[in-house]
Each structure stands twice: as structure tokens, then as C-alpha cells.
């Protein structure tokens, strides 16, 4: 965990830092590791398609490169600023719905459909700007219940307007692709955006605005206080954040190949982010990706080999639980911190 | 046309009765431990799934059963908080918790589906389809059954709060928490038995809401649980007399609404919650900015 140097006042950095949890600097054998993890992460996820070949198993990969985005996203946003959001899939299920309803009002079949993605991110960034408007002005727990209620307008809304079906739901344009293979371009346009938001999550954590963010996070007041222009910089992270989960949700309705109200605003969307992101380690660039690549294949097997959906909630929810109370304050760090301890006594024993 | 608007008023007022219950042990909690109990609302139907069970399988009235499903629920509020609350520390306490309120109520929907089935299930009880008539109004016995109950256990928890050495340690920690253990309160028991009195009373709260409802089935939690926000968030966080007053006012509002299009009744819900934010960020009673960060 580098905290990356920035143009920000010395009385800032010092908060960022964290009050409690003074953290170690990764020195240069740490540096190696983590690029030596990084590349091997990434050569992993670009050959994993070539080497399994198992339709479940490339269908669970692509819900998880689907959620690394995903989680990413948010994290972007709730990770940095420290707004937790639980309403982001009113973005993922705008974004799913704008596929949807182009695809069907607009005539479009087979591929054609792809060039709707861009047109998907772009409604859930619209969309973001009102309901940022409306739900930054408040904190916290009054935040989060806002955004919880944003998301229960959305699903009521796309269960009882005319051009969204209804509970009926949109099914997708099919696509002629052969069976075999046909995990894998939605696999590698899964990779790619994710690819792209998790290099846009570090770009951000390293800038000047990612520093503004995490300032906020710290004390908004005193963030405030020194001249950052709080509602701006709270609101841009946000639009951006729904930008990444529109875009995927547009993806995955076309993956998934039908738009229903309960699936594509579904609650358990709005927790699985956050939790990807907390177990991860929230506000870390590799969190994310770590907790949805945990989390979301464990989450599609669990409903894919159980029969009885019941159970599969249940355990579901005991996953959850299981993160939440043994791991608290994410993987990364725990693990940076337990490395650094390890490496400070190797070199006190010298 | 007035006719109808007035008995959607006296509906309103006596079925907000029942959500003031349950929105006081959600602020209750909220004030005292700096959580939001995301799993009430499945709380609720829980409470009214055990009604269910004791007037199916043994007959038991469903006022009676009270006695045995309220000290039930107290049981698993404070099992709920010393498992997973107690144990959260550190810098994301407060969002943690919200999660792992979260992720109860995913087990609890899931438990009941697996006990109960997806199907509607209703309380049935000789009061639940008679009504008597008052100055014109049909009022339904559990209506005016449930208010009463709605206000006496309101009323009891006022006089336990204010009343009693236990109430004054609950409202001293919900002043501020470090000050009460600096003057010998045992905050960890006061969370747990608050979580536990917060927890209790949605076993009346859902006992009523399972008789009026018209239907209930283990999906009702996300209903309640969004009403339930938008009227603790409206009557300002952490004030029992505004969760009171903004209970019975949107429920007045969502069943007047009701008369013209009962798909977009609850929509009033959100509406309401934003208009009134976007002027009002601390609700309509809330004093301060709720505890600073």
C-alpha cells in the first residue's frame, strides 16, 4: 500500500495516512513482488479462457471479470471518498435496461448490439448527476439509506413503467456464435473494461483528485476547510464510478440475455460491490479485483451446484458474515502489514 | 370522493400506529449504537411468521401469542448483536455493521423460504375481517386492536425510558458514549439490550403487520425495511417523537395516495424522503448534523 505523493497540504497528508494504522513503505523486494503478482494475475486471467474450456466453468469467469469492474467502480467512489454506497445497481441496472430497450426499440440484432455499451455508460453517468445532487448533501447513514432508497425507486420504477415490460422483462437479441467458444468474447470485453477501470482506480489513487477524495474521507470539514471543492469532487467520483457500473451492466444483460426488475436492481448487487470491496480492502487499488475474484465465483458456484436456492442464500449470507467478522479490514492490508512485519524482523535479526 | 379520502385518512393514521413501533426500535438502536439495522424489515416478517406458526400449528390467539414471540425476538436481537455487531472494531465500524445487518437479513429471507415457501401466507383471526362503524368510518377491529397495542407499547417504552435508571443509561449513551462509561454505565450491556428491546418490538410490529397486510411472504422484509428507512430519515435519526410523527404522516400520505394508483403509492415514500432532504438534510425533527464524523 505506497501512499503516493501529491500536491496536498502537510496537515492533510498526515490524516491520509490514517490515524491509527501507521503503515509501513513497501520497500524495493516488496515493489518486485507486487509487480511480479501483478503480471502473473494478469497473464493468468488473459490465458484462463484458452485453457479451460469447460462452459460453467468460463461462465463463472465472466460474471467474476464482470464483477472486478464492478467492484472497482465502486470502490472508486465509496473506497476513496468513504460514501458507502448500497444503490449502485440502480447504475448496473440502468445501464443493463439501456441495452435492452436500444437493442429492442432500434431493431438491432447480433453483434450490432456491442456499439449500445458506450450509449449504456453514458445514461448511468446522466443518471448519476440528480441522484449525487440529492444524496451528497448528507452523510453517512443518512447517505447510505438515500441510496438505498434511490435504488428501491429505480426497481419500482422499471417494475411498473411501460417501456421497461414490467416483470415480463426484455430478452435479448440471440446471437449466432458457435457454442463452444462462445464465453469468450464476452470474456475478453469483460477483461478489457476491467483492465481499463482498475488502471483508471490507480491513475485516480495516485492524483491530485484521488488525494481530494481520500481527504474527504479523513474530515470533510477540514478538507473543506483547505479548499476542496467538496460536492465537485465527491460528485465526479461518483459519475464516474456509475459510468464503469452502467457499462458493465449493459455488458452482463447482454451476457445474461434477459433484463428482469428483481435481477438487474437486485439487492444483493448493492451488497455483493461492497463487500468485494471491504474484503479486498477498501480504498486499495488491488482490493477489489482480489475480493470480486473470491467472492463472485464462490457466489455463482454456490448457486449453480446447489439445487436448493434456499440454502445457497443462506450460505451466501454466512460467506458474508464469515468476511465481514474474520476479515474486517480487507486482505491487502492485512497481508501488506503482515509482510512488512516479516521483513522488519528478518532485517532486525541481520 | 371526500368520503374515500377521509377513510384513507383514518386508515393511514391507525396503520401508521403500527410503523411507528416498529421505526422507534430502528431509531432506538440507531441512537444508541450508530447502526443502522438493515435486517429489520425481515425482522418484522420474522415476527410475523412466528405468529403464523403458533396460530396454525397450536391455536394460540395472536394477541396471546405476543407473550411468547416479543421475548422471543428479544432472544435473537441480543444474539444478533453479541455474534455480529459486538465483535466489528476499528475505523469502519459503523459500515461494517450496516453490512453485516445486511447480510442477516439475507439469511433470515433465506431460512424462511426454506421453512415457510414463497407463497402469501395471512394471519386469520375472528377480529381480522370484522369491522365496526364510527361515525361512518369502517374500522376494522385490527386496526383499532393494533394501534392500541402500537400505543401502548410506545407508551411503555417512553416510561422505560424515562422512567427508569435502565432508560436514563440508554439515553446517557445515546448523548454521548464515551462520557456514560466515564461515569460507570456498562455501554456494552446497554447496546445489547437495546439491540435486543429494538428487536422485540417488531414481533408486535409484525404480529399487526402480518394481519393487515393482506399477504405476506419472506420477499416482504425489502418493502418494510425501505419504509421503515425513509421514516426514521424523515423524522431526523436517532428522535423517537419524529419517528412517531413521520410514521403516521407517511402513511397517512402513501394511503391517501393509495385511492389513485396503488402501483406508485409507495413511490410518495422516496419522493417525500428526497424533497424534504434536499431542504431539510437533517430531517424533518433531527437537531444536529447526526454525531459528527
Not at chain 1, 474530515?219 to 460528485?235: I, N, P, T, W, Y
Request: hydrophobic letters at 55%; aromatic letters at 12%; glycine letters at 10%.
Amino acid at each position: 500500500m505506497s501512499e503516493l505523493k501529491g500536491a496536498a497540504p502537510p496537515g492533510l497528508r498526515s490524516e491520509a495516512a490514517g490515524p491509527a494504522a501507521p503503515r509501513e513503505r513497501p520497500r524495493v523486494s516488496g515493489k518486485l513482488l507486487r509487480a511480479a503478482g501483478i503480471a502473473m494475475v494478469a497473464a493468468a486471467l488473459a490465458v484462463y479462457p484458452l485453457v479451460i474450456t469447460n462452459g460453467l466453468a468460463t461462465t463463472i469467469a465472466v460474471d467474476g471479470v464482470i464483477f472486478i469492474s464492478a467492484a472497482a467502480a465502486w470502490n472508486i467512489f465509496s473506497g476513496y471518498s468513504g460514501y458507502i454506497s448500497l444503490g449502485h445497481a440502480v447504475f448496473f441496472g440502468s445501464g443493463a435496461y439501456t441495452v435492452a430497450i436500444g437493442a429492442r426499440d432500434w431493431h438491432l440484432t447480433g453483434d450490432a448490439v456491442f456499439a449500445l455499451l458506450p450509449l449504456a455508460a453514458v445514461v448511468g453517468a446522466v443518471i448519476a448527476v440528480p441522484c449525487g445532487l440529492v444524496a451528497l448533501r448528507v452523510r453517512r447513514h443518512t447517505f447510505v439509506v438515500i441510496t438505498i432508497a434511490l435504488f428501491f425507486i429505480f426497481q419500482l420504477m422499471a417494475f411498473n413503467l411501460s417501456f421497461t415490460a414490467g416483470s415480463i422483462g426484455i430478452i435479448a437479441p440471440i446471437l449466432n456464435w458457435a457454442p463452444a467458444t462462445y464465453n469468450d468474447p464476452f470474456y475478453y470485453i469483460a477483461l478489457a473494461i476491467a483492465a481499463g477501470t482498475t488502471a483508471l482506480a490507480w491513475l485516480i489513487r495516485g492524483s491530485r483528485f484521488g488525494l481530494q477524495l481520500r481527504a474527504i474521507r479523513d474530515d470533510e470539514d477540514r478538507a473543506r476547510g483547505l479548499g476542496v471543492r467538496a460536492m465537485r469532487v465527491k460528485l465526479s467520483a461518483f459519475v464516474i464510478s456509475a459510468f464503469i457500473t452502467a457499462l458493465v451492466g449493459g455488458l452482463w444483460f447482454y451476457f445474461i440475455g434477459e433484463a428482469l426488475p428483481q435481477f438487474a436492481f437486485d439487492p444483493i448487487f448493492d451488497l455483493s460491490v461492497a463487500l468485494m470491496a471491504f474484503l479486498g480492502g477498501l480504498g486499495t487499488v488491488a482490493g477489489p479485483v482480489l475480493g470480486a475474484l473470491i467472492i463472485e465465483p464462490a457466489q455463482q458456484y454456490l448457486t449453480t451446484t446447489i439445487t436448493n436456492d434456499y440454502l445457497s442464500e443462506i450460505l451466501l449470507g454466512a460467506l458474508f458474515l464469515v468476511v465481514i467478522l474474520l476479515l474486517p479490514r480487507g486482505v491487502i492490508p492485512t497481508g501488506s502489514e503482515l509482510i512488512s512485519k516479516w521483513t522488519a524482523r528478518r532485517e532486525n535479526r541481520r | 370522493m371526500a368520503r374515500q379520502i377521509y377513510q384513507a385518512i383514518v386508515d393511514g393514521i391507525l396503520g401508521g400506529g403500527v410503523y411507528a413501533l416498529m421505526a422507534v426500535g430502528l431509531t432506538l438502536i440507531f441512537g444508541v449504537l450508530d447502526i443502522i439495522n438493515i435486517a429489520q424489515g425481515i425482522l418484522v416478517v420474522v415476527g410475523a411468521y412466528l405468529s403464523y406458526a403458533l396460530s396454525v400449528h397450536l391455536h394460540v390467539d395472536l394477541f396471546l401469542g405476543l407473550l411468547v414471540t416479543v421475548p422471543a425476538m428479544f432472544v435473537i436481537g441480543v444474539v444478533i448483536h453479541l455474534a455480529f455487531i459486538r465483535p466489528l472494531r476499528g475505523r469502519e465500524r459503523t459500515s461494517m455493521s450496516l453490512l453485516a445487518c445486511y447480510a442477516v437479513a439475507i439469511i433470515a429471507e433465506g431460512v424462511l423460504y426454506w421453512i415457510f415457501g414463497p407463497g402469501y401466507v395471512t394471519l386469520k383471526a375472528s377480529y381480522i375481517n370484522s369491522s365496526v362503524r364510527v361515525f361512518g368510518f369502517f374500522l376494522p377491529y385490527i386496526y383499532l386492536y393494533g394501534f392500541a397495542l402500537a400505543v401502548a407499547l410506545v407508551v411503555l417504552l417512553y416510561g422505560l425510558l424515562y422512567r427508569t435508571k435502565f432508560g436514563r443509561s440508554v439515553r446517557a449513551t445515546m448523548q454521548d458514549q464515551t462520557a456514560a462509561r466515564l461515569i460507570g454505565i456498562n455501554v456494552n450491556r446497554v447496546a445489547a439490550l437495546t439491540f435486543g428491546i429494538g428487536v422485540a418490538v417488531t414481533a408486535a410490529g409484525g404480529m399487526v403487520y402480518g394481519a393487515t397486510s393482506g399477504g405476506f411472504n419472506p420477499n416482504s422484509g425489502y418493502d418494510l425495511i425501505s419504509r421503515l428507512l425513509a421514516i426514521i430519515i424523515l423524522g431526523g435519526l436517532g428522535s423517537i417523537g419524529g419517528a412517531l410523527a413521520a410514521a403516521v404522516f407517511m402513511i397517512t400520505l402513501e394511503s391517501v395516495v393509495d385511492i389513485w394508483s396503488p402501483n406508485w403509492a409507495i413511490l410518495v415514500f422516496y419522493a417525500a424522503l428526497v424533497i424534504v432532504l434536499t431542504f431539510r438534510p437533517v430531517g424533518l425533527f433531527g437537531r444536529q448534523a447526526v454525531r459528527a464524523q
